[in-house]
């Protein structure tokens, strides 16, 4: 102990960009060990939690959020030369998250959907994940992450180690857990066998079908999955709701989204909208 | 750096002041401030808030009310539950499900778990920082690692009681429109249970720890709004209602209020429709349902003498989010106690065309929902009004009123102070659209 004790603490931050901080507080959330990894690390920018600010360098840097603004988009530059390694935390950072189903739609349509003046509000077209604008060196997925996950990849960079995480679906860790199939057994829609576990194959154990937080697992068969669907009678967006969740900008759930349709409900780019969804 | 930078220059007739600070760090946002001062009079403030915009009542337009639930949830990772349940009372109202007594209770306890959570996160990790004087509750530990345990110790049994009814703390699984997924068997609680006799105990004692913790001095009671229930204390259900005297149906928000874009800001404000501002949260309910709150919550708050000052001093509001804390705690204890499941955890419903409209207690303040649906059940359109941008009216009142009995202070203190006041909302800025940047601009002329 005396040796780790005597090593330099690492420079961590959490800073965020588009994201509803379910991420961030599931640092918050490792109770037991919150006061241990403060002893651990030097947690120099964590704005949600603390008023001690940082310009870096950091050692770590955990990304929460997809880069959804001009500002975001130059931050997340800035920052990836400050850290010496940054890590995508859920996904929205990972994937781009739900706020990416507008890309699928026209940018004017969605902005005056919500805001009586758009040109109040400064926003790209599209929320994407940060690995298509730097750099990433590990993601954790979900929606949200598994604290288990963030904790393994805190504990494996302090000792200096690769994160052993799971590569295998959710389907795995379900059989794992000892549920009954919903899809077998109650016909209930289930993206488990393209998923990528961590959550703890919780949808099945509660009666539903997996909804995909963590997107899609290596090498995803989700034609077959999509076969299966569409032998059970459902069709079109009945399909591709499914996938259009936390992480359908991922590329595998995005081409079946793509194949059936699109979401549900987004208007493509260059069509007009009836004046009721627009707010007076 | 999180204080001021700026130089603090005489205030002679004529002289700048410029306060200005990148962020109000210790909330769930990002924005910023602009207060104006001319002859040491506030002549504006404003929060503006930059956080990303992420359109989310674009987002559930096409969607079934079970896929909305999921979507919400992710407005905010404080609390899911919040937009959960205002979500799902609002499509059973419409469709007219009526669920198990025992549902209800379920969802009660759900809330309570969100409330255990959020509570416990904002008075000892967030807020006891500005009272004891630290940057974080991690730096706070070094001198006071009883109280952040015991603060983390009580947050975690929230989580506890969230993650056996729904799965997991953040972005919980299982509340679906006419029940829930699955509902636990009575000894799937009894961990909890137990835990909860802690977490009552530490909360009362917390209640009278934030109590001897002296607040600014800071006087300026607001119209408060929030609901109220013929029996319960505010959290799923009751009719909105003000000091002002509105009475109004959980679905009627827009009878007594309005939204309005402002420049410079991401997050829509909600004034009343004779243009009031009015202030939400347990500040509120604390105020207009104290007689609905647990025996030994309002002993607790009884015991503090604080009631009227709580009112009046939004700096407070840390007694109020405690009591709160004893009260959900002890209602959970309550509820587990008498529960037994529903024959089905799930009852069918048919979906139709029409208007979903319900409002909830997060723990920040009154949430509101309103979908308009097609026959199929699908949304066509959304509007959602999330508690901080109703709040932010009476945050840029108090922030205007409180101004100048810190213009004579240091910089970095006067600075300080205002951000604490900021902070003793617990604005949720993700939900309004996320940080505060905090800039005073003195006008000499």
């Not at chain 1, 857990?177 to 289930?190: D, E, L, N």
């Not at chain 1, 009666?207 to 034609?223: D, I, L, M, S």
């Not at chain 2, 001021?4 to 946002?29: H, I, K, M």
């Not at chain 2, 259900?237 to 309005?258: H, K, L, Q, T, Y």
């Amino acid at each position: 102990m005396a040796t780790v004790a005597a090593r330099p603490r690492l420079r961590v931050g959490v800073v965020k960009m588009a994201s509803c901080d379910g991420c961030q507080l599931t640092l918050l959330d490792l109770e037991d060990e919150l006061l241990a990894l403060g002893e651990r690390f030097d947690i120099i920018e964590f704005p949600e939690a603390s008023s001690l600010r940082s310009h870096g360098p950091f050692d770590v840097l955990l990304v929460e959020g997809s880069i959804s603004t001009p500002d975001q988009a130059a931050e997340i530059v800035e920052l990836r030369a400050k850290a010496r390694l940054l890590v995508t935390i859920g996904a929205c950072a990972s994937y781009g998250g739900i706020q990416a189903l507008r890309n699928w739609s026209d940018h004017d349509v969605f902005r005056a959907a919500v805001y009586a003046h758009p040109e109040f509000v400064d926003s790209l077209a599209t929320a994407t994940p940060v690995s298509e604008h730097v750099k990433v060196d590990a993601e954790l997925h979900g929606c949200p992450i598994s604290p288990e996950q963030l904790r393994e990849v805190l504990v494996s960079v302090a000792v200096g180690r690769r994160p052993q995480i799971r590569e295998e679906s959710v389907c795995i860790e379900c059989k794992r857990r000892g549920s009954v199939c919903v899809m077998v057994a109650q016909g209930i829609p289930c993206l488990g066998p393209v998923t990528q576990s961590g959550c703890g194959a919780l949808c099945p154990a509660f009666g539903r079908g997996c909804y995909g937080c963590f997107g899609p697992r290596e090498q995803a068969n989700t034609r077959s999955l999509s076969d299966t669907f569409v032998a059970g009678g459902r069709e079109g967006e009945d399909i591709s709701r499914l996938f259009a969740g936390f992480t359908g900008w991922a590329p595998p759930f995005r081409e079946v989204i793509r194949e059936f349709g699109g979401p549900p409900g987004m208007t493509p780019a260059g069509s007009t909208e009836g004046e009721r969804d627009v707010r007076g | 750096m999180s204080a001021a930078d700026g130089t603090l220059v005489a205030d002679a007739p004529g002289a700048e002041r410029e306060f200005n600070v990148p962020y109000v760090t210790r909330v769930e946002g990002e924005g910023s401030l602009v207060l104006r001062v001319r002859d040491r009079e506030v002549v504006e403030a404003r929060l503006k808030i930059f956080e990303a915009p992420r359109y989310f009542e674009r987002l559930v337009v096409g969607r079934t009310g079970d896929e909305v639930i999921d979507i919400v949830a992710r407005i905010c990772g404080i609390c899911p539950i919040a937009y959960q349940m205002t979500a799902v009372h609002a499509f059973e109202d419409l469709y007219g499900v009526d669920v198990d007594p025992a549902i209800r209770s379920l969802r009660r306890l759900l809330y309570c778990g969100e409330y255990i959570q959020s509570h416990a996160l904002h008075v000892f990790l967030l807020h006891a920082p500005d009272y004891l004087g630290y940057p974080s509750a991690l730096a706070m530990a070094a001198d006071h690692r009883a109280v952040v345990e015991q603060g983390l110790a009580i947050k975690k049994i929230g989580n506890q009681l969230i993650s056996a009814l729904g799965g997991r703390p953040v972005h919980p699984i299982s509340v679906r429109v006419g029940g829930f997924s699955h509902v636990p068997r009575r000894q799937d609680l009894d961990a909890v249970r137990r835990a909860l006799d802690d977490a009552a105990v530490w909360s009362k004692a917390t209640v009278s720890l934030v109590a001897s913790w002296d607040p600014p001095a800071f006087e300026h009671p607001l119209p408060l709004v929030a609901l109220r229930h013929p029996d319960e204390y505010p959290f799923n259900d009751g009719r909105i209602v003000s000091s002002d005297g509105i009475d109004i149906a959980p679905g009627a928000w827009g009878d007594a209020f309005e939204e309005i874009h402002l420049e410079g800001t991401n997050a829509l404000h909600a004034r009343t429709h004779d243009g009031e501002v009015y202030l939400l949260g347990p500040t509120a309910r604390v105020s207009l349902a104290a007689d609905r709150l647990h025996p030994l919550a309002a002993a607790a708050l009884e015991a503090t003498g604080l009631r009227d000052a709580i009112r009046t001093n939004i700096h407070r509001s840390i007694v109020a989010r405690a009591v709160e804390l004893l009260h959900a705690c002890a209602e959970a204890r309550d509820i587990i106690d008498e529960y037994r499941p529903p024959r089905e955890p799930r009852v069918p419903f048919t979906p139709r065309a029409g208007i979903a409209a319900w409002s909830t207690e997060a723990p920040r303040g009154l949430l509101h929902h309103r979908y308009e649906t097609d026959a199929r059940g699908h949304v066509v359109h959304a509007q959602i009004v999330p508690p901080t941008s109703q709040n932010q009216g009476a945050i840029e009142a108090d922030l205007a009123a409180f101004a100048p009995s810190v213009l004579d202070l240091p910089q970095a203190e006067a600075v300080h102070r205002l951000e604490m006041l900021i902070r003793a909302y617990d604005p949720c800025i993700s939900c309004a659209t996320h940080f505060l940047d905090l800039r005073i601009v003195e006008d000499g002329a």
